[in-house]
C-alpha cells in the first residue's frame, strides 16, 4: 500500500506559475512510475504528465513546454512545476503511483485544487 500527499494548489491568474508536490509513504525510488493527472469538472480524468524511476518524463501535448515533473528521491517527492497556466489548466490534480508495468497497481492521492482565474 503506498500512499500519496498531494499540496500546492490554490488560486493563480493566468499566465502565472505554481508548484504542486506529492509525498510518498515508501521510497520513491521502488515506484517505477509516477504521474500527475487531472480532471476538470464535467470531464473525465486526463493524464498531464508522467515520470519513470530511470527519470524519463512525458507529457500530454496540452501542458508540453509549460509543465516539468520531476522527482526528489531524498524527499520521496514527485512535483509538477506549472508555468503560464491557462484558464484551462482548471481542474483537480491528483498524484498516482504506478505498478502496472508489474503487473501491481496503481495508487492515487487524494487530489488538489488547482483554480486558474482571468
Known amino acids: 500500500q503506498v500512499q500519496l500527499v498531494e499540496s500546492g494548489g490554490c488560486l493563480v491568474q493566468a499566465g502565472g506559475s505554481l508548484r504542486l508536490s506529492c509525498v510518498t509513504s515508501?521510497?520513491?525510488?521502488?515506484?517505477?512510475?509516477m504521474a500527475w493527472y487531472r480532471q476538470a469538472p464535467g470531464k473525465q480524468r486526463e493524464l498531464v504528465a508522467t515520470?519513470?524511476?530511470?527519470?524519463?518524463?512525458n507529457y500530454a501535448d496540452s501542458v508540453k513546454g509549460r509543465f516539468t515533473i520531476s522527482r526528489g528521491v531524498a524527499t520521496n517527492t514527485v512535483y509538477l512545476q506549472m508555468n503560464s497556466l491557462k484558464l484551462d489548466d482548471t481542474a483537480v490534480y491528483y498524484c498516482m503511483a504506478d505498478y502496472s508495468s508489474r503487473s501491481g497497481p496503481t495508487f492515487w492521492g487524494q487530489g488538489t485544487q488547482v483554480t486558474v482565474s482571468s
Open positions: 515508501i521510497n520513491i525510488g521502488g515506484i517505477p512510475a
Open positions: 515520470i519513470t524511476s530511470g527519470g524519463r518524463a
